[in-house]
């Protein structure tokens, strides 16, 4: 698969409390799954930057484990930072729209990107975390919690 390159463009002033929706030994069960099973070099360096995440050389590689359902295309990202820190971006999107949540590794919404595509590809901002956004992360939660036993039986990667 090809990995997915996002600039983004980002607002200030949208921190909000964290949310803890995922927060269980699922989401950390995930984690690992990405991380035996994904993409173990996709460049997310902009995305980090977005959100403030400490880089590595000014480098930002995670691991990605993306699906594509009913048009939906969902990723879900795993960037352990310079300190030991480990940051779940999972994303979704159509061809046009989409959204990215950074999370931390017990499923808290820490904060959301909201994107555009357009000729000249993405653009994203920063979004408060209001009632819409809080049922769209809802939902993406569900669907890899859903999915967990599926992604469970894809086979390791071989590097």
Known sequence: ????????IVGVGFLAPAIAIAGDASWARLVDLTKRKGYND??????????????????CIVY???YTDLGITHSFNVYTDPAGSVHIMPSEHD????????TDLDGKLLEVLSGNKDNAGWTWSRVPID???KDRF????DYWLK????????????D
């Open 1 to 8: 698969m090809k990995a997915l390159t996002l600039a983004l």
């Open 42 to 59: 996709v460049p997310f360096e902009h995305i980090c930057k977005d959100f403030f995440l400490p880089l590595h050389d000014d480098k």
């Open 64 to 66: 990605q484990l993306p």
């Open 95 to 102: 061809y046009r729209l989409g959204y990215i949540y950074l």
């Open 131 to 133: 009632k819409t956004v």
């Open 138 to 141: 809802k939902e993406e939660v």
């Open 147 to 158: 999915n967990e036993d599926r992604l469970s039986k894809e086979p390791d990667r071989k």
